[in-house]
């Protein structure tokens, strides 16, 4: 690492769950961010500042003023700009160290595993059930760890899908979508704008956890944050050995 790189990382290298070793790791480190939104934000953010080397964005829209109460990647003067457009000059800002690969599109089953093959580590921000399960379906199928988070009005949720080392996938957990109308979306339901920043900054902190080996991974563990009344609590996970997507049973 150049002089000001050791400069900026200073504060993780001190820390001995990290130090050089784990700093590098980051350095070589490719992690797929789908969703330049309200938790793409502060992921992107704080993994560019972190010093991971590559991050792909996937996301095809552009930035509206409606976004901005919670998607603070952006900014007033990105309104009409394509999100990949507005993450890759937030992320030079932060850290030019860092390389982003944009992707324009919609995540689809015909482009999934293309896009999702090039990358160590996947983080899923996007903000439907069809995507969630799409993206769940090839990390599985490449031995992709998938980190995933979801959020509504004041409460979010985050863990780390990562059958190929013993943890259940996405379809383990949610084997199916909810009735129609028992999970609306953000723009019918509402959602806490700073909601977002924590929910993110989580999944930001489990990727780097990930990737340096430091502490202990919400892998087979669900964390639950309240933020209307400053709670959070965490569960166990269990595998299904009936899954459809990374079932062992016959």
């Given at each position: 690492?150049?002089?000001?790189?050791?400069?900026?990382y200073?504060?993780?290298?001190?820390?001995?769950?990290?130090?050089?070793?784990?700093?590098?790791?980051l350095?070589?480190?490719?992690?797929?961010?789908?969703?330049?939104?309200?938790?793409?934000?502060?992921?992107?953010?704080?993994?560019?500042?972190?010093?991971?080397?590559?991050?792909?964005?996937?996301?095809?829209?552009?930035?509206?003023?409606?976004?901005?109460?919670?998607?603070?990647?952006?900014?007033?003067?990105?309104?009409?700009?394509?999100?990949?457009?507005?993450?890759?000059?937030a992320?030079?800002?932060?850290?030019?160290?860092?390389?982003?690969?944009?992707?324009?599109?919609?995540?689809?089953?015909?482009?999934?595993?293309?896009?999702?093959?090039?990358?160590?580590?996947?983080?899923?921000?996007?903000?439907?059930?069809?995507?969630?399960?799409?993206?769940?379906?090839?990390?599985?199928?490449?031995?992709?760890p998938?980190?995933?988070?979801?959020?509504?009005?004041?409460e979010?949720?985050?863990?780390?899908?990562?059958?190929?080392?013993?943890?259940?996938?996405?379809?383990?957990?949610?084997?199916?979508?909810?009735?129609?109308?028992?999970a609306?979306?953000?723009?019918?339901?509402?959602?806490?704008?700073?909601?977002?920043?924590?929910?993110?900054?989580?999944?930001?902190?489990?990727?780097?956890?990930?990737?340096?080996?430091?502490?202990?991974?919400?892998?087979?563990?669900?964390?639950?944050?309240?933020?209307?009344?400053?709670?959070?609590?965490?569960?166990?996970?269990?595998?299904?050995?009936?899954?459809?997507?990374?079932?062992?049973?016959?």
């Open positions: 690492m150049e002089a000001k790189e050791l400069e900026r200073a504060r993780h290298i001190v820390l001995r769950e990290i130090g050089g070793t784990g700093q590098q790791k350095r070589k480190a490719r992690v797929l961010v789908i969703g330049a939104g309200g938790l793409g934000s502060p992921v992107l953010m704080y993994l560019a500042a972190a010093g991971v080397g590559v991050l792909g964005v996937v996301d095809d829209d552009i930035v509206s003023l409606s976004n901005l109460q919670r998607q603070v990647l952006h900014s007033t003067q990105s309104i009409g700009m394509p999100k990949v457009s507005s993450a890759i000059e992320v030079e800002r932060i850290n030019p160290h860092v390389t982003v690969e944009p992707h324009q599109i919609r995540i689809t089953a015909e482009n999934a595993t293309k896009i999702i093959g090039d990358y160590d580590l996947v983080l899923d921000g996007s903000d439907n059930f069809d995507t969630r399960y799409l993206i769940n379906d090839v990390c599985v199928a490449l031995n992709k998938l980190i995933s988070a979801a959020m509504s009005q004041w979010g949720q985050i863990s780390l899908y990562d059958p190929a080392n013993g943890g259940p996938c996405y379809a383990c957990v949610f084997p199916e979508r909810p009735a129609d109308g028992l609306p979306s953000c723009s019918e339901a509402g959602v806490m704008g700073a909601l977002a920043g924590v929910m993110g900054s989580m999944m930001a902190g489990e990727a780097i956890k990930y990737i340096t080996g430091a502490g202990e991974s919400l892998r087979g563990q669900m964390l639950l944050f309240d933020a209307l009344y400053g709670e959070s609590r965490k569960f166990k996970l269990t595998v299904n050995s009936d899954c459809l997507v990374c079932g062992t049973s016959d």
